[in-house]
């Protein structure tokens, strides 16, 4: 096939969203870390008591795992529609109108307002999302925070609900368990989601096909998602063991996954790369239309 203008090679992808930085402070650098720890953690504490009530357990447990990652988002990620500058570099170099022409800044939503990029002096974008400007930029990030959680119990835990069922969830018994470890998985992966990307449908069709670059948001989604998957190995196990039921498993399997995805997606091995499924043909595609 040939191009058109002269120009050789396929068209290019559609621009993705680069991968999500957590902000280059230093309460939030700890935070970031302490915080999958901490989850976890607090998860292992309660194990006994989800072995024996998993209803009322998980049911007392979400105000505190709603705030947790609440607090997360508002320490250690930029907002959607901000910009974060990269650490190490100076304040002075973000650009007044939002917009960055190097690497050094994210862009995670430019559709949406900008009311907080160049109104805290010379700082810019960077005083509000990073630390200038304290109540400025304090109001900036609670305001989506409480509506990532909103957007987060009407959407994402009724599909993860669905997704549950169709893995194999009981259908006509332990409503109240299925949905609850629902609401569950979707506060340990779309909070941050949310959050970070608002409603950017270019990076949810990333989300939905696997195909986000790393980062420590992606990661603890889809560690969350692949831990409750092989957590339900153990179900159908014939050990009789109270942990075996509906669904202490597959929330361990979740928190392990969320902990350990939310580490290796930041990592300096993992942060930026992607999954691919597809390399081999993509190159045999592309040397046919050559």
Known sequence: MSNNNGNSGPPPAPKSQPPV????????RIYSLAHPAAVLLGFAVRFPNLVHDPISEMLNAIPFLAASQVVFTIICLPPAGGSLEAAGSGSSS?????FSSGSSNIILRPGRPARRKGGS????????????????GLGGKVIPSI???????????????ILLVLFGAPFTT?????????????LLTAVPLVYVHGVDGTVWKEVWGASRPADAVWGAALGTCVGA???????????D???????????TGAYLGFA?????????????????????ADTVENKKTE
């Open 21 to 28: 930085r957590i902000l280059p402070t230093k309460v939030a």
């Open 94 to 98: 973000s650009t007044s109108s939002g």
């Open 121 to 136: 002096g010379g700082s810019g974008a960077a005083g509000a999302g990073v630390g200038g400007g304290f109540m400025g």
């Open 147 to 161: 509506l990532s959680l909103i957007l987060t119990a009407l959407l994402a835990t009724p599909v993860f609900a």
């Open 174 to 186: 332990h409503h109240a368990q299925t949905a609850l470890c629902a609401a569950h998985m979707a």
């Open 229 to 239: 998957w092989l957590g339900a190995v153990p179900i159908p196990l014939d050990w």
């Open 241 to 251: 063991r109270p942990w075996q039921a509906w669904p202490i498993t597959i929330l």
């Open 260 to 280: 350990t995805g939310t580490l290796l997606g930041r990592s300096r091995w993992l942060f930026g790369k992607r999954l691919r499924f597809t390399d081999e």
